[in-house]
């Protein structure tokens, strides 16, 4: 019966291009990018499993480059598109293997077999790929593990129920592109609402003390807040809404530590420019801190914010908090700087009113 499903040709195989049908990428594409997903994916987890078994580290991108320069070398030769085995890369570590000489052997050896014993060859392939799927099937069944994505609660339990659903009622690329697309739903929100926003406090002892941010500013006063969570897009919405009002109150400071967060979005950018600007209507003023490099030069390439004027800004560097303190030092003298003038203001008004 194996024989009958498709027989395998004797000799080197002939370099053939492949031929573009237009009619056929649209429906071969959803399948295509299924299969580009599922040997990526499969090729980073047999990756990790060597790093596992034998300490070391691998490059996920030329693990990827490696891959895609193998499929296309296969198509040239008519053959089907390939992927990492989680089989085979274990059996390497096992048997003591240190280099890639190990794959290149285990390919030599392949291409011998299938060379001159190709009837050979298609009475083993059929049935131990089978074997290997019931295999694999049965091994991905833990109940322990399924038990312990079920309790860590309701965004897990969305996963792995749609996606055993969707994987027994869907064709297999559309049950990928759902995973993806309920994964991407998932991290999203998760990154709007595990935000936190703390406001910090030096004790007399020197250490500091992290309280719940306040709602409402003080008058003439500094307020230093550092931030949790993922600031991208949704992320930095939710950090608008925790951000305290400075409503009704005259000259409010705001010192908001940014350390750690690489990158800053557009979407996070537009926040703190009108941030500033109500700080600015109350003649308040914003203080970033902790700000990296990276983060320093998109903010001034977005040119929404003025530092100039009611909002400054203090790169992090490598001593944790020192900038943080610059900032606090330098917000201090601008208060009291502020209201020296506004004091003198006020009495020459009075002096000209006399």
């Not at 055993?164 to 995973?179: D, E, K, N, Y």
């Not at 930095?236 to 305290?244: C, F, G, H, S, V």
Request: aromatic share 6%.
């Amino acid at each position: 019966m194996v024989p009958e499903f498709g027989g395998i040709p004797t000799g080197l195989p002939h370099v053939s291009l492949p031929q573009v049908r237009p009619d056929l990428i649209v429906p071969l594409l959803p399948a295509a990018v299924t299969v580009a997903m599922l040997a990526a994916i499969e090729s980073l987890l047999s990756a990790v499993v060597a790093d596992n078994m034998s300490g070391d580290r691998h490059n996920s991108n030329v693990e990827l480059l490696a891959q895609g320069v193998a499929n296309v070398a296969s198509g040239i030769f008519r053959g089907l598109p390939v992927g990492a085995s989680l089989g085979s890369t274990a059996l390497s570590v096992v048997s003591g293997a240190s280099t890639y000489w190990a794959s290149i052997f285990a390919g030599l050896w392949m291409a011998l077999l299938v060379i001159f014993f190709p009837a050979l060859v298609s009475y083993v392939a059929m049935p131990a790929l089978g074997m290997l799927l019931i295999l694999a099937s049965v091994s991905t069944i833990k109940p322990s593990e399924a038990l312990s994505i079920w309790n860590t609660g309701w965004p897990s339990r969305l996963a792995i129920v749609t996606t055993f659903l969707s994987t027994l009622l869907l064709p297999i690329q559309v049950a990928v592109g759902f995973g993806v697309v309920l994964s991407a739903f998932i991290y999203i929100t998760r990154s709007s609402t595990d935000i936190s926003l703390v406001q910090l406090k030096k004790r007399d002892d020197g250490f500091i003390e992290e309280c719940p941010a306040p709602m409402q500013l003080d008058p003439n006063k500094i307020t230093v807040l550092d931030v949790y969570g993922n600031l991208f897009y949704a992320g930095a919405r939710t950090l608008e809404r925790l951000l305290p009002k400075p409503v009704g109150v005259e000259k409010p400071v705001v010192i908001l530590r940014l350390r750690g967060h690489s990158h800053v979005g557009a979407t996070l950018v537009e926040v703190l420019a009108n941030y500033a600007g109500k700080l600015s209507g109350s003649r308040g003023r914003l203080y970033l801190s902790g700000v990296s490099e990276k983060a320093y030069e998109q903010i001034v390439r977005s040119d929404k914010l003025s530092l100039s004027g009611p909002v400054q800004i203090y790169e992090a560097t490598s001593v944790r908090g020192e900038s943080t303190e610059e900032a606090h030092s330098d917000a201090q003298n601008w208060l009291v700087g502020s209201n020296a003038k506004d004091d003198a203001g006020e009495e020459n008004n009075l002096e000209k009113r006399k």
